[in-house]
């Protein structure tokens, strides 16, 4: 995603082949049937400015999705990865809020691990994709790696 403070129109999420731009998020029926999570696991997705200031994840919250998790800063490709993995597990037990919590701190404990191009969590073991092969062993244990994101509106 690239936010552009100041020029709304200028900033977007980049999809599979086309550009979203942060204008066209209202238009976009998010309460039609209402969004209940809104998962921007992009750059910089809940970064804004003073006429947005929560970024992309707030103006989809303002739009009528029930919450929205985003970044706060440029995120790495391989831990954003991990956290999602760990996160959608939790997910399926806890609230959302709290799911991402319990994600974060299995990355900081190091129960969530990438290693010798595998992802390792929960007892399972998940080949990386090919681009990310390379990795021989990546500590992503430090905030930076999963303290950018957050949640925002109903944390339940």
Known sequence: SEFRPGTSSNSFIQLWDTKLRIDQLNSLGWDKPPVELLVLSACKTALGDKDAELGFAGITVQ?????????????????????MTEFYQQLRLNPKAEALRKAQLAILKGQVELKNGKLLFNNN?????P?????????ISHPYYWSAFTVIGNPW
């Open 63 to 83: 739009a009528g999705v029930k919450s929205a998790m985003g970044s706060l800063w440029s995120v790495s490709d391989e831990a954003t990865l991990a956290l």
């Open 125 to 129: 073991v998940i080949s990386l994709p």
């Open 131 to 139: 681009q990310l092969e390379k990795i021989a062993n990546k500590d």
